[in-house]
Structure formats: structure tokens, C-alpha cells
């Protein structure tokens, strides 16, 4: 039943990370393109700092909404889970008013006049991104991931239309960050009303307790600590190489890295998706049994880096036909980058899962202290290897540190929380992975642009697919996860889906049989 309901919620991320992947993928074509590296460079810059601005200013309290709020309705305590969701809505929008005022008070002071009013439309959409996160948590919680993928649907296509006119219309980097204002208001909406027609509701009756106080207690230490975390997480798996950037490089250095940092990030969406889904399951299950999480853990460890694993090396064999196809020649030091991108990034992608067990079992004190120790590591390889080796040395210290930190992570749940990784099909995996970039990567420097990627992507994933057969990387048991996932796919492609994972998996018949 567990393993259903990640799956179910995974097929609406999917859909969700399907149109989010084509509509920014556009969008970064069409915007690189029509601003070229430099005006990307100051884009990119202002999106992030005042992104991080909101992860900062949200105290942690959109991650305790979701991390308490399951927890009660795995309890079946629905009038106490719709208080906590109260509760820390009233927190997020006190906090983000007066966050918007000081920052829009600082851009005012200290950004020059050619940059203020796109900094400042910037700033304005952190006001319904913040409020509408309570609400995204709050379903997430409820394990309703259709209602959140239906109104992130909404906002991304609205996002979409919305700078393509901005663009047409000659306005520039205010249509475009005008645009991200107004389709987030639109988000903010939607999700509120998804919220009111789907949340559980509680009988009448007087407005629960808190406890005695211990939940509000425990709630209190986990803003504070997830707020430090947020801090460290920006500074270890986000993009604060670009201030560095800022700082010793040309501008057009950010162009680079925050380019080549966003293709392999969307990359690793598509399995962190699946982590995001079962993360829920794992909260709703820490209320019930805790001792089942570590099971579903090391599980859902396996699934990511089944697609983690060719997602990546595949892009980062193909970085110099996907570059010059989408970008043109303006972006080609972005080649390297991406590559390097894309191959740090699979620590990280192992660790996604444990790193959720640690926070639904209130861990967070070894995060924060880890992510101290990996900040400091951070910051020392940026400050030593970013003035000589810009875009690409912003690559390099940031894998290293975010390799460090997933290494640390991955080690603490297997001896503190029993998750129980099976190392050799993951070793399977990475084998069959590499032997894919193997092929496709002499594919690409032999062969055009457009032709290198119709070879290469073919033939590394038949490469894939037959590795993971000959080796044996997966097992009976993954032929019944995976078959559920069949039961949501068109009638049309059931039977295709099916003979794929025969073929993939090597079962005895009476097993298969009786999987069907």
C-alpha cells in the first residue's frame, strides 16, 4: 500500500516536472538567447539572491508545516493537524511582509536605477511565493500531491505565455520578472482554494491544545533549526558560488555556471521527485511506526539513482551537442561546466532520501553541524579556486562540498537510522551508467551537433537498459513495485511497459505470473 502511494503521488510530480522541465527549458533558450550572456548573468543573479531571501525569510516554518501537519493525520488527529497548519500560515505571512518592506527598502537604497525596477518586481513575488508554501506543505502533508500538480500546472503555463508576450513586446528583463510576479499571485490563489475544497475537515469542537506546550516546543526548535539549515543549504547545494562569481569574475561568468547549474538541477528533479513523494510517506509513517522508515529509505535510495544515474552521465556526455544546439556558440564555455555539474551531482541524488529520514526523525542538530563544517569546506575551495578558474572552478568547489556533505549524510542514517542500502545493485547501476556515457561521449565529438544527439541518446540508453539485465541490478521484487506503476499509464501502453520490464528483469515465471 506504501509503496502504491508513492508511486501514485510520484506519476503526478511527473507530470508536474514534465511540463515544469519543457516550460523552463524553453524559457532559458528563448531568454538566454534574447539577452545574451551578460543580461543572463544580472537576471540569473537577482532571481537567486532574492530566492534566497525567501528560503531565509520562510524561518523553516513551510517544513514544519508539512513535517507536523503528516505526522497528526498519520495519528488520524485532524483538528490538531488543521491547527498547525493555521498556526504557521499566520507565522509565514507576518514574516514575509516585513521581509518584502526590508528588502524592497534595501534595493531601493543600493541597486543603481537601471536595475531597480526588475529587482523590485524581483522582490514583490516573494510575498505570495512565501504565503502559497504553507498551503503547498499543507497538501503535501495530506499526501494530495494532484491538487498541488494541478495549480503548479496552472502557474507554470501562465509563466510561460506570460514572458513569451513580455519578450515579444520588447520589455525586456521587467516583462520577464513582471511575469514571474503575476504567476506567482496566480499560484498563491489556486493553491489556496485546492487547500480549502481538499484538505481533511475536523468535526466541530473547541480549537485543540498544543500538548501542553511540547508540540509548540518541538515546533519552535524546528523552525530555528531548519531556518540554520536553510542558510547552510544555500551556501552547499545552491548557487552562492555566483557572489564569489560576482565579485572576481566578469559578470558573464554567473551566465555560465548559474546555466549549467540549472540544466543539471533540472536533471536531478526527476528524481528527486520521487524522494519529494516519498518523503510524505515517510512523515505520515513516522506517526504511525517509526521503525518501518529506514525500509522505505534505502528503497526509494535504489529508484533514484535507477534514473539519477543515466539522467546525469547522459547529460554530462552530451553536454557539447545539448550546448551548441540550445544555446548557440555564445555559451560554449558552459560545456565543461555542465559536465562537471552533472557528475557531482550524483552524491547528492543518493543522499536526498536519507537527508528527508534525518528531518522526519528530527535530526536536523547533525545537519546543521555538518552543513557548518561543508559550508566552511565551501567556502574555502570557492575562495581559492573561483578567482582563477571562474564558471568552471564555481563548478568544481561546489561538487567537492556537496560530495563531502552527501557522503557525511549518507554515513550518519546507516549507522543512526538502520537504512540498509544494497550497495551492490547500486554499483550495478553505476557501472551500467558509465559504460552508457562511455558510448555516447566519443558519439558527440565525432559527429555534428544534431546528428551526435540523434546517435547518442539512442544508443546510450539501449546500452543502459541491456547493462541493467546482463548485470542483474534489479530484482523479483522491483517487478511488483514497479508493475503499479503500469496500472496509471494508458490503457494503450500497459502492455508495452510490461514486456519492457520483462526485459529488464529476469524472474522466474510463476513470480511474473503472479505479478500481472
Known sequence: MRTKTIFRNSAWYYLDFACSFVSSLLLSVIVARKLGPS??????????????????????????????????????EIRRARKIVNDTLRAQSAVAFVLVALVAVAVWRFVGPGHRLYTMLAVGSLLPFMVMGVYSQALAAAEDFRSNVQVSLVATISNLL???????????????????????VIDMV???????RRFPKAEPGPEPEYEGGRLRERMTRFYWQSSLLMILNMVVWDRSEMLFLKYFCPIIQVAYYSLAFNISAQFLNFPQIFSEAASATLMVEYGRDPKVTGFLTATTVRYICLFAFPLLFGMAATSPAVIQILYGSKYLPTIPVLTLSCVFALPRAMMLPVRQQLMTHERQ??????????????????????????????????????????????????????????????LKMLLSASLMA?????????????????????????????????????????????????????????????????????VPEAVASQSA
Open 438 to 506: 562511455a558510448v555516447a561521449y566519443p558519439i558527440c565529438q565525432v559527429l555534428r551537433p544534431i546528428p551526435a544527439a540523434l546517435v547518442a541518446v539512442p544508443a546510450g540508453a539501449a546500452v543502459y537498459l541491456a547493462m541493467l539485465r546482463w548485470s542483474g541490478a534489479l530484482a523479483t521484487e522491483d517487478l511488483r513495485r514497479l508493475a503499479t506503476v503500469g496500472d496509471k499509464l494508458p490503457f494503450r501502453l500497459r502492455g508495452f511497459y510490461r514486456m519492457l520490464l520483462e526485459k529488464l528483469i529476469a
Open 162 to 184: 506570460l514572458v513569451l508576450w513580455a519578450l515579444h513586446a520588447g520589455l525586456g528583463l521587467v516583462g520577464v520578472t513582471g511575469s514571474l510576479m503575476v504567476s506567482r
Open 190 to 196: 489556486f493553491r489556496w482554494i485546492q487547500y480549502q
Open 365 to 426: 542538530a547533525f545537519l546543521v553541524v555538518w552543513g557548518l563544517i561543508t559550508a566552511v569546506i565551501n567556502g574555502a575551495v570557492d575562495w581559492a579556486l573561483i578567482p582563477r578558474g571562474g564558471a568552471l572552478g564555481a563548478a568544481l568547489g561546489n561538487g567537492l562540498a556537496q560530495g563531502i556533505a552527501s557522503v557525511g549524510i549518507v554515513v550518519y542514517g546507516i549507522r543512526k537510522l538502520d537504512v540498509r542500502l544494497d550497495w551492490g545493485s547500486l
Open 39 to 76: 543580461n543572463l548573468g544580472y537576471f540569473n543573479l537577482v532571481i537567486w539572491l532574492t530566492y534566497a531571501a525567501g528560503q531565509f525569510g520562510s524561518f523553516g516554518i513551510s517544513a514544519a508545516t508539512r513535517k507536523y501537519t503528516a505526522e497528526y493525520l498519520g495519528r488520524g
